[in-house]
């Protein structure tokens, strides 16, 4: 295991960023271009697609929780000598890259009913390969930070590299595709390709720059951990069921942003080739802040700040709401209060990985065990739920509201429909998640200072 740093240095925030940067070049693909690939290359039927994304849904809502747990329980058996995530992120990086490659290209080397194991089977692997980086990004974080103000600085550094993550591969990948004309399968490879070893040169980066700092839980590895523990940790750890309300509402915050901005642009504003200007807007937005939170943390600390930004980007949206209901909202009009509004309400889907290093430093307290595997793969577990069930949500409710596929112009009551969908229900999730934090969260100034003389006692 790493030598215990007094202090978290820049190259830790870079590493530690570079490890968001690198997963995300190729999940952002699966995101926008697998659905693509399937149907357009691939030639598989959409109804047996829809059948594959249930079951992976579902796989990969089981497995997250499962790959937490068992990282654990592997720690608990090991020397401990080389540290808890690290470890794995050296393993699994050139498997990300080739599993990802894999998704992209196997299908197109088989024809028939092989076709569709071929994908089926390839993409689960990237899923699970990716639950394990996943995880053990979300777990370095309380392995690294030993304080609010350095929890703040990864939290920050994780968010900046998620959002490049999600820039990047979307704005080479089409720019290759376009190069390859009707060849459209080679466009694929060679476009995950290059994107997977950028991918994979990142995470590289992310294993060598890190370090974990904070040697606290090597005492705890003999403990034993069983996949009930997670159970106890609800049931006595109110922090962390906060954070898995929030992680469940900020999923159908993402799932309606995602699904449904389309409609808003296109059948409200009629001007659906600025909707990359208003999403743009917000990771601008977002990046700003985040670029501010650690010195606003040390300021206000990381809950006030959390919950300022949820309450301003709540009402933003409920003040955008009510302006389009009053007046014909011009679409610069809403591209700015929307952006802002998302960007400041989305702060805290990056600084909930500092809020979440403080819980599992709190459930040490509560319960004498350092399980971050497997709260880590829990709250991956609800957000993935949450994206899930606002997707489902958000497709229902186009039918409940009328909408009209033939129509040139939607009906009022649709319109209005449309406008609750994109800014209300946003507003609603973002105010559960300042509940959450408000009434829930149960860690104090005064609770901190019993960790920290219970820390200090452990010595």
């Not at 610069?332 to 209060?337: Q, R, S, T």
Request: net charge positive; glycine share 10%.
């Amino acid at each position: 295991m790493s030598k215990e740093s007094d202090s978290l240095t820049r190259k830790h925030r870079i590493g530690y960023a570079m490890g968001d940067f690198g997963g995300c070049m190729t999940f952002g693909l699966m995101t926008a271009f697998m659905t693509r690939y399937y149907v357009n290359v691939a030639l598989i039927d959409t109804a047996v697609i829809a059948v594959m994304t249930l079951i992976w849904k579902i796989f990969d809502a089981v497995s997250n929780p499962v790959v937490g747990v068992l990282l654990d329980k592997a720690f608990a058996r090991s020397d401990g000598k080389h540290g808890k995530f690290r470890p794995w992120i050296l393993r699994i990086s050139p498997l990300l890259a080739v599993s990802a490659i894999l998704v992209f290209t196997a299908p197109g080397w088989v024809t028939g009913a092989s076709r569709l194991v071929v994908a089926f089977v390839t993409y689960l692997c990237y899923e699970l390969i990716y639950a394990v980086h996943s995880i053990c990004q979300g777990g370095l974080l309380p392995a690294m930070a030993k304080n609010e103000t350095e929890r703040a600085e990864l939290s920050s550094a994780r968010g900046i590299g998620g959002v490049l993550g999600g820039i990047v591969p979307l704005a080479v990948f089409p720019v290759i595709l376009s190069q390859f004309g009707d060849d459209q399968q080679m466009g694929y490879a060679v476009g995950v390709t290059i994107c997977a070893i950028i991918g994979f040169f990142l995470c590289l980066g992310y294993y060598f720059f890190t370090e974990e700092r904070n040697l606290s839980y090597q005492s705890q590895q003999a403990a034993p951990i069983r996949v009930t523990d997670i159970l106890e940790v609800l049931q006595k750890n109110r922090a962390i069921v906060a954070l898995c309300l929030h992680g469940l509402l900020q999923g159908v915050l993402m799932s309606v942003s995602g699904s449904l901005g389309t409609y808003m642009y296109s059948d409200v504003l009629g001007s659906l080739s600025l909707m990359s200007v208003g999403s743009l807007l917000g990771m601008l937005v977002s990046l700003v802040l985040m670029s501010e939170c650690p010195m606003l943390s040390r300021k206000f600390g990381m809950r006030m700040v959390l919950l300022g930004s949820l309450l301003l980007g709540a009402g933003l949206y409920v003040v955008l709401f009510a302006l389009h209901m009053i007046f014909d909202v011009h679409v610069w009009v809403h591209i700015i209060i929307n952006g802002l509004a998302f960007g400041i309400a989305s702060l805290s889907n990056m600084m909930q990985w500092g809020m979440l290093s403080e819980a599992i430093e709190y459930n040490e307290y509560l319960t004498g065990k350092r399980t971050e595997g497997s709260i880590n793969g829990t709250f991956n577990m609800l957000r993935r739920l949450g994206q899930g069930l606002g997707a489902s949500f958000c497709v229902a409710m186009l039918g409940v509201i009328g909408y009209n596929t033939g129509a040139v112009v939607q009906s009022y009551g649709t319109i209005t429909g449309i406008k609750a969908l994109c800014l209300l229900l946003p507003a609603v999730s973002t105010l559960g998640s300042w509940f959450a934090f408000r009434f829930i969260w149960d860690i104090t100034p005064e609770v901190r200072k019993k960790m920290a003389h219970s820390k200090a006692m452990q010595k």
